[in-house]
């Protein structure tokens, strides 16, 4: 890698603030035919049917979950003609491997300093209004590519006050419960408490988002969009999968004699097929998280964390003087409060009251309760005491 690639690479790993990278043209004959090119010859190398997710665009008392969304088969060449305002549709979260190998050929992450990651880099095509609720990732911090169309990313700090929910429930996702696609205006009071920290930007085609570890974001498409992602694997990942091995212990007993109802109600449709029934698995892979985080502690890095890079390991001054060295890569900019009433008062015209079903089959108290005891904060505690509770059975 060259001396300007390890730059960049340094401030990915370093950054305390989301960044832009604008007019990146990265040289990937994949979609040198456009998007229309792109799109033939998925439909041409495909090996089945592509599932587009559909939701209507008027569904609006809760988030949009991936719940509530159909599945509809459909060409990706259709997908470009379609044109419903009342509908939207997502190819979303496709894997690099899922794809035929010529819609990914010569993608490299390596110009950002990390040759590996399009190894395991994910597809999203999306209709205008497709839409991501807010949430943030509990793996890596995330690179991101606009390859066609305009998305915007409304983005706050790990410490914003959002109400963390483990339901829906997905590994490596945290979901708040504010309802920035449509929002109540009875919610406008605790939104706007929220002005101070957010942080929005429009991408368009060739620029490339960097969002540091746990940053909250809402994703929406603007019009027809493709773009991919990939996660960079960092050591301090390992206390997000211990938190995470936890929470699917405590997610997965909760449900584990529940109907198919609850089950679909409380986890991602994603996560239905990765359910272990068998709990001395769970043990077994809990076991080994412990031990590499004891490793590293010792200043190994040993199993997974072979590959993860160390992270924030420079100061914020010396982040924001290497920052200096690229006239196109900026921190994204604070949203002023006229802005962000704005976007959230736009947004609220969506609401309709009559569209969508309020019925669940879990009664609130049970649902407070699983969120409760599996909120970032208890899990944590959880964590730090088995910790303890582990090296001392060591001894």
């Known amino acids: 890698m060259d001396d300007c690639s390890l730059k960049v690479r340094e401030i990915v790993l370093n950054t305390r603030k989301p960044i832009i990278l604008r007019s990146y043209k990265p040289k990937w004959t994949c979609f040198q035919n456009g998007i229309d090119g792109w799109c033939r010859n998925l439909d041409r ?9 559909c939701m209507s665009a008027k569904d609006s008392k809760t988030p949009q979950w991936e719940r509530k969304r159909v599945i ?13 305002e009342s509908m939207w549709l997502g190819l979303n979260y496709k894997r690099v491997h899922e794809l035929p190998s010529i819609c990914s050929e010569n993608i490299n992450f390596a110009c950002f300093g990390f040759p590996e990651a399009h190894k395991d880099c994910t597809f999203w095509l999306s209709s205008k209004n497709q839409n991501t609720p807010c949430h943030y990732d509990t793996y890596g911090c995330n690179i991101v590519v606009q390859i066609y169309g305009k998305k915007s ?3 706050f700090p790990p410490s914003t006050n959002l109400t963390a929910s483990r339901i829906p429930y997905e590994e490596s996702s945290v979901y708040c419960l ?29 620029d490339i988002l960097i969002i540091p570890r746990h940053w909250w974001h809402y994703v929406e498409a603007l019009e027809t969009s493709l773009s991919l992602n990939s996660w960079i694997p960092l050591d ?15 997610i997965e007993n909760f449900t584990r ?55 924030q390991y420079i100061n914020e001054e010396e982040t924001c003087n290497l920052l200096k060295n690229f006239e196109n ?5 604070k949203l002023t409060l006229a802005d ?16 969508g079903s309020s019925s669940k089959p879990i009664n609130d108290l049970q649902e407070w309760l699983i969120c409760s005891i599996c909120s970032p904060a208890v899990v944590n505690v959880i964590k730090n005491n088995l910790f303890k509770r582990w090296k001392k059975g060591r001894l």
Request: with cysteine.
């Open 72 to 84: 509809k088969q459909m060409t990706a060449t259709d997908f470009l003609k379609y044109n419903c």
């Open 236 to 250: 301090v990942d390992i206390e997000s999968q211990i938190e995470e091995c936890i929470v699917k212990y405590l």
């Open 178 to 206: 504010e309802n920035f696609y449509a929002p109540h205006s009875k919610e406008f009071p605790e939104l706007l408490q929220l002005s101070e920290h957010a942080y929005q930007v429009v991408l368009e085609p060739n």
């Open 329 to 333: 890569i900026t921190q994204v900019p």
């Open 340 to 355: 962000y009433e704005k976007l959230i008062k736009t947004n609220s015209e969506r609401y309709r009251y009559e569209e």
């Open 257 to 311: 004699n529940s109907s198919a109802n609850i089950k679909g109600y409380v986890m991602n449709p994603n996560q239905l097929t990765e359910i272990i029934d068998d709990d001395e698995e769970v043990f077994k892979i809990l076991n080994v998280l412990l031990e590499e985080k004891q490793s590293l502690l010792s200043g190994k890095k040993g199993g997974s964390l072979q590959t993860a890079y160390s992270y």
């Open 153 to 155: 990313w409304l983005l």
């Open 45 to 53: 190398h495909a090996q089945e049917p592509l599932a587009f997710e």
